[in-house]
């Protein structure tokens, strides 16, 4: 038998690092073959295997770490639940077809044996979890079982949404290709907690889909049938697995819509006037189809956000987190108590953790990343002024719509999350387009664009 090393369950055999070149030169010419097409008619293509290769590396990163810094964690978890799900494929095809798309019943966990081995009960029991368990083990094939060849599978697929994010930007401000490159494509944070096996991989994948889909359909028409059953299946995507950032997404895309077509309005009175109208009906009609989502929503639900919140609050003064949680205080159950909380709280899900609070390496390295956000914005703030930035605000849709789910996500997490290690995770579902903002900002402020409605 190969030697192998162990890492608390897991083991990687050295057949697997002589693997991961092979397969990293297969990757490569598949990439400059779909590179070599397309960057004529689109010389931005020039990032694309850049934005691959950082993405791959960045999965090796956190898988490693994973296995020599904390010996275990939840992305193992994750494969080795998603291992069980492909040995029952090669054991029973059926068995399988009922677990994959199925319900996670007594009955079908019933279907596993000793011989597949049994996904973690907890894991297997959260639709959520259980939704990227059924994605993860489908990739696990073509990586012959390997953990570290798995992890670079899943970065491959996951940067097709990453790409399309990219581009979007890129096409509504070409001049800023650079900005959102470092933005979307090689933001540390991003990269790191968003390439190996975890749900936000997949996640943030789905809603670069998504707003790619929402630009190719509603902004510039293209391939509308393509785009509108793609964007249904990220979306439903998102809901099984983390259906709470529906609804960040939900105000910004609606007001983007909108607000686009209102900037084809010649009459700048009548923009004035119908401007506040369609912001009442996005945060009407959004709260309405939040409500319909209640169901998917579990803790994040309307009806269920204060409990939540009491809940984290209360847990933050456990013992178990040993200095690494944070308190923003009690929240009041009612529309003002969420607005007084409101500030403390998008500022804890944007900056935080400060690096003062960092308690170990990967905490240092978001919080260097955050005081370096937290001086731009601030900058930016005393050199523009609130009401400038605003008019840009409502005046630029796909900068509103990034501020509007940044700041919506934020607030969400600001409120409902104590423990910084949770926070940095959930953050990178919206890093990329607070950064892309402020870049935005940035770069319309230097050349001192005059604001138009």
């Given at each position: 038998?190969?030697?192998?090393?162990?890492?608390?369950?897991?083991?990687?055999?050295?057949?697997?690092?002589?693997?991961?070149?092979?397969?990293?030169?297969?990757?490569?010419?598949?990439?400059?073959?779909?590179?070599?097409?397309?960057?004529?008619?689109?010389?931005?293509?020039?990032?694309?295997?850049?934005?691959?290769?950082?993405?791959?590396?960045?999965?090796?990163?956190?898988?490693?770490?994973?296995?020599?810094?904390?010996?275990?964690?939840?992305?193992?978890?994750?494969?080795?639940?998603?291992?069980?799900?492909?040995?029952?494929l090669f054991?029973?095809?059926?068995?399988?077809?009922?677990?994959?798309?199925?319900?996670?019943?007594?009955?079908?966990?019933?279907?596993?044996?000793?011989?597949?081995?049994?996904?973690?009960?907890?894991?297997?029991?959260?639709?959520?979890?259980?939704?990227?368990?059924?994605?993860?083990?489908?990739?696990?094939?073509?990586?012959?079982?390997?953990?570290?060849?798995?992890?670079?599978?899943?970065?491959?697929?996951?940067?097709?949404?990453?790409?399309?994010?990219?581009?979007v930007?890129?096409?509504?401000?070409?001049?800023?290709?650079?900005?959102?490159?470092?933005?979307?494509?090689?933001?540390?944070?991003?990269?790191?907690?968003?390439?190996?096996?975890?749900?936000?991989?997949?996640?943030?994948?789905?809603?670069?889909?998504?707003?790619?889909?929402?630009?190719?359909v509603?902004?510039?028409?293209?391939?509308?049938?393509?785009?509108?059953?793609?964007?249904?299946?990220?979306?439903?995507?998102?809901?099984?697995?983390?259906p709470?950032?529906?609804?960040?997404?939900?105000?910004?895309?609606?007001?983007?819509?909108?607000?686009?077509?209102?900037?084809?309005?010649?009459?700048?009175?009548?923009?004035?006037?119908?401007?506040?109208?369609?912001?009442?009906?996005?945060?009407?009609?959004?709260?309405?189809?939040?409500?319909?989502?209640?169901?998917?929503?579990?803790?994040?639900?309307?009806?269920?956000?204060?409990?939540t919140?009491?809940?984290?609050?209360?847990?933050?003064?456990?013992?178990?987190?040993?200095?690494?949680?944070?308190?923003?205080?009690?929240?009041?159950?009612?529309?003002?108590?969420?607005?007084?909380?409101?500030?403390?709280?998008?500022?804890?899900?944007?900056?935080?953790?400060?690096?003062w609070?960092?308690?170990?390496?990967?905490?240092?390295?978001s919080?260097?990343?955050?005081?370096?956000?937290?001086?731009i914005?601030?900058?930016?703030?005393?050199?523009?002024?609130?009401?400038?930035?605003?008019?840009?605000?409502?005046?630029?849709?796909?900068?509103?719509?990034?501020?509007?789910?940044?700041?919506?996500?934020?607030?969400?997490?600001?409120?409902?999350?104590?423990?910084?290690?949770?926070?940095?995770?959930?953050?990178?579902?919206?890093?990329?387009?607070?950064?892309?903002?402020?870049?935005?900002?940035?770069?319309?402020?230097?050349?001192?664009?005059?604001?138009s409605?």
């Open positions: 038998m190969a030697e192998t090393f162990n890492f608390g369950y897991l083991y990687i055999h050295l057949w697997e690092w002589a693997a991961l070149p092979i397969y990293l030169t297969f990757i490569f010419f598949i990439a400059l073959w779909h590179q070599k097409k397309k960057i004529g008619a689109n010389p931005i293509y020039r990032y694309y295997i850049w934005g691959l290769f950082a993405k791959i590396g960045a999965s090796v990163l956190f898988a490693l770490i994973y296995l020599y810094y904390y010996h275990g964690g939840d992305t193992i978890a994750y494969y080795e639940s998603a291992l069980t799900m492909k040995n029952l054991q029973s095809p059926i068995d399988w077809l009922q677990n994959e798309f199925g319900s996670n019943s007594p009955q079908n966990f019933s279907l596993f044996t000793s011989s597949t081995g049994y996904p973690l009960p907890y894991m297997y029991c959260d639709i959520h979890t259980f939704t990227a368990i059924r994605l993860f083990n489908i990739l696990i094939i073509p990586a012959f079982n390997s953990f570290l060849l798995s992890s670079i599978l899943v970065a491959c697929f996951s940067y097709w949404g990453m790409w399309k994010m990219f581009l930007f890129s096409n509504v401000y070409p001049k800023l290709e650079k900005s959102f490159a470092f933005a979307v494509l090689f933001f540390p944070s991003v990269l790191f907690w968003a390439s190996g096996l975890l749900k936000d991989t997949i996640t943030l994948s789905c809603t670069g889909w998504i707003v790619y889909c929402v630009y190719s509603f902004i510039i028409k293209k391939s509308r049938i393509l785009h509108g059953a793609l964007m249904i299946i990220n979306i439903y995507l998102i809901l099984l697995i983390k709470y950032i529906i609804i960040a997404l939900l105000p910004g895309a609606l007001m983007w819509i909108f607000a686009q077509r209102i900037k084809t309005i010649k009459n700048s009175a009548f923009k004035t006037i119908i401007l506040p109208c369609i912001i009442i009906l996005c945060v009407f009609g959004g709260y309405a189809i939040i409500e319909r989502l209640n169901a998917y929503l579990g803790k994040f639900s309307i009806q269920k956000v204060a409990t919140a009491a809940i984290i609050q209360k847990d933050m003064h456990q013992s178990y987190y040993h200095g690494h949680g944070f308190d923003i205080g009690a929240t009041q159950n009612t529309p003002i108590g969420y607005i007084e909380k409101s500030p403390i709280a998008i500022t804890a899900g944007l900056f935080r953790p400060f690096i609070e960092s308690g170990n390496i990967v905490m240092l390295i919080g260097i990343e955050n005081t370096v956000i937290l001086v914005s601030v900058l930016m703030l005393l050199r523009n002024g609130l009401v400038r930035i605003l008019r840009r605000f409502i005046t630029e849709p796909l900068l509103f719509f990034s501020l509007t789910y940044s700041a919506f996500f934020a607030f969400g997490v600001g409120i409902s999350t104590s423990n910084f290690g949770a926070l940095v995770r959930f953050k990178v579902a919206y890093l990329p387009f607070f950064v892309a903002a402020i870049l935005i900002l940035l770069y319309k402020t230097s050349r001192l664009e005059p604001d409605l």
